[in-house]
């Protein structure tokens, strides 16, 4: 049985939905003159009373101007459970465009830092335990990029509540992201250009592994160097995608199928476009490109092939003592060098801007085709492989002091023949 207890005009209303049992609920209208509903936690009628007073007497202060408004609403947010903000922010990300994939990664990344910081509001979040939570990502062993990517999105949530006026401040402006390259587990490296031809010829003489004859492996292998895909990228290619009957041969990648979410044309030689035509002659416009195998196994397959290409590599030299013992003991078409650099299939998209860069490719030209969002991340990559760079660089500066003694000593020759001349 539900009890109303009237105010009078303007002082609001409390509502008990069971008498004695459920807590008052105060009714009242704000300084806009919306109406609104609030539980006041209590079921003493006494207690109910003072809280709607209260809540009657913020709102004629917010009319006045003695309290600030915009204060008192973001104090009100700050309240709000971090699930009821998140689906907010979820729904904002899916408004924006992005992609299923992209925001389910997002949301599990931040919930997981939500639970293990122990956050339940808006406003228990703070940089402290934060802190706390990376201590222990990286006691735990986690490397700094695993690191930084639960970071981006924590900070990207808390900034947005900022931003929409949902807390004063963004609580985790101060946390700094870890250096992705310090501590780093595992540094690619890329495949060498004389290392290419024999893992071709290898792949192709091959038999069928996981799935994909030699043939198709080798094309699958050329195609990642050339257009610098990733394995998923390479996974979502249908027929339709291959356009091949142009001067510029190429293959489209759709917006959803990116990691960026954004469409992209990746170019591809001739040769290979003609291979491609042959591969996929007589099927499906919708079919898969290739029948991939399970994402953790893409490595294996690459460096099996590897192993075969080092093995016959070695093996050709077995009549020459000396050298097949140098081969033996070189880190060539090792699937891990001598550095500790490894190789595996997402070294291949590496494998394509390092070539590119070594060929003298403008670095703007690199960019595109690697899809880097800034040219920062590009030079950054690959600025030391450019031809030109420091070596040739330094040879320019002008701090040979014979070089430059022997120049000025021919020009003071020259300027005491002219003042003869004009002696004369």
Known sequence: MSTTRRHGHGQGTLRQRTRGRSPWTAIFFDE???????????????????????????????????????????????????????????????????????????EGRIRDTVEACGWTLARDINADRLNAHVNDMRAADKSAVTIGHHLTWIKGFTKWLHD??????????????????AGRRRER???LPEEWPLLDKATRSAGERYG????????????????????????????????????????RIPAEDTKSGKGANQYIQQQLAHELAELVKGRRSTAPLFELPEPYVMADMLREDLAAARTAWVEQARHRPKLHKERQESDFLCAKNHEGKALDFHALRHTCGAWLSMGGVHPKAVQSIMRHSTIVLTLDTYGHLMPGSEPDA???????????????????????????RKRL
């Open 212 to 251: 994909l004859t030699g043939q198709e492996r080798a094309v699958l292998y050329r195609l990642a160097i050339e257009t610098g895909l990733r394995a998923n990228e390479l996974r979502s290619l249908t027929v339709a995608r291959l356009i091949l009957d142009t001067d510029h041969a190429h293959v």
């Open 32 to 106: 806009h003159g919306r109406r609104v509903s609030r539980s006041t936690g209590t079921t003493s009628k006494k207690d109910a009373e003072a809280i709607l007073s209260k809540l009657v007497a913020d709102v004629a202060l917010r009319k006045a101007g003695v309290i600030d408004s915009q204060q008192a609403d973001m104090a009100e947010q700050a309240k709000r459970t971090i699930e009821s903000h998140l689906k907010d922010f979820i729904a904002k990300l899916r408004a924006a465009g992005r992609t299923e994939k992209h925001i389910k990664t997002v």
């Open 189 to 191: 490296r890329m495949l």
């Open 164 to 181: 929409h006026g949902k807390l004063p401040r963004d609580p985790l402006a101060t946390v700094k992201k870890p250096n992705p390259r």
């Open 394 to 420: 330094v040879q320019k500066l002008p701090t040979d002091v014979a070089r430059s003694a022997k120049k000025k000593s021919s020009k003071k020759k020259v300027g005491r023949k002219k003042v003869v």
